[in-house]
C-alpha cells in the first residue's frame, strides 16, 4: 500500500494561480490512456484526501463530484455534501486519517489529492511514499506551491505524455544535502 500525491504541476513549481484558477492546466493537451494519466494511476486506489479548496473547486467546475472511492476531506467548516457521496469531513490529525483510509483501502493506494500544505502534513508524519507530477509547459510566477517542504525524492520513473513532463518520485526523507551550507 502506497500513499501517493498525484497531482499537475506548473513548470516552476505552482498548482494553481494566486486567484486559485486552473485555467492554464485545463487548456493542455494530454492522453488519458498515455503515461501516467489518471485513468491508470486511478485503476490502484482505494480511498483519496484533500483539503477543503481543492473538494469545493472539483464540486463547483465541470460536471461536479462524480469520485467513487472513499473521500476525506479536510476542513474546519460545515462544508455541503454532494447526496450519497462517500465523503467525510474530517479536521483530525493526519495519522488519524491515515488509519482510517487505510483500513478503508483494504490493501490498495491512497491519494492525497491536494492542496500542497495538507500533502506536507502527511509528508511530516513520515506518511508520504510518493509523489506523482504532471508538469505543465506553463510558468506562473506565484501561486500554490506544489509541495512546500524540504524532502529529498528519488526519481523512479519519468514520461512524456502529449505536452506534460510526468516524474515520479519515491519520498526518501527530509531534506539532507547542503545542510551546513551558509549562503
Ligand atoms: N494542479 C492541480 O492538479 C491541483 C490539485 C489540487 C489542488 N489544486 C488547486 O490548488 C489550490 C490548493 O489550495 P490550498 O493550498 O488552499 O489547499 P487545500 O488543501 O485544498 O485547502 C486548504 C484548506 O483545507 C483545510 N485544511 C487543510 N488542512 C487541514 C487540517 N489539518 N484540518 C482541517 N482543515 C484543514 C482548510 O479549510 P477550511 O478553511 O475550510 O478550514 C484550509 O483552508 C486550490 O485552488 C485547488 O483547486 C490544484
Redesign the pocket.
Known amino acids: 500500500m502506497t500513499t501517493c500525491y498525484y497531482?499537475?504541476?506548473s513548470l516552476d513549481g505552482f498548482?494553481?494561480t494566486v486567484d486559485?484558477s486552473?485555467e492554464w492546466?485545463l487548456t493542455q493537451d494530454i492522453d488519458e490512456e498515455g503515461a501516467m494519466a489518471y485513468p491508470g494511476f486511478r485503476e490502484g486506489l482505494g480511498a483519496m484526501a484533500?483539503?477543503?479548496?481543492?473538494y469545493e473547486?472539483i464540486v463547483h467546475h465541470g460536471d461536479g463530484w462524480d469520485y467513487t472511492l472513499p473521500t476525506w476531506v479536510?476542513?474546519?467548516?460545515d462544508l455541503e455534501l454532494p447526496e450519497g457521496a462517500d465523503i467525510r469531513l474530517t479536521?483530525a490529525d493526519v495519522r488519524q486519517v491515515h488509519a482510517e483510509m487505510t483500513e478503508r483501502a483494504a490493501g490498495k493506494d491512497l491519494w492525497i489529492?491536494?492542496?500542497?500544505?495538507?500533502v506536507g502534513?502527511f509528508a511530516d508524519a513520515g506518511l508520504l511514499d510518493e509523489v506523482w507530477i504532471q508538469y505543465a509547459p506553463v510558468t506562473l510566477g506565484a501561486g500554490?506551491p506544489v509541495l512546500p517542504r524540504a524532502l529529498d525524492l528519488e526519481l523512479i520513473d519519468v514520461a512524456r505524455n502529449r505536452s506534460f513532463l510526468c516524474g515520479r518520485y519515491r519520498v526518501t526523507g527530509a531534506l539532507t544535502a547542503g545542510e551546513d551550507v551558509v549562503v
Open positions: 497531482t499537475a504541476s498548482i494553481a486559485e486552473l492546466l484533500m483539503g477543503a479548496h481543492t473547486w479536510f476542513s474546519h467548516r479536521q489529492a491536494g492542496g500542497g500544505e495538507l502534513s500554490a
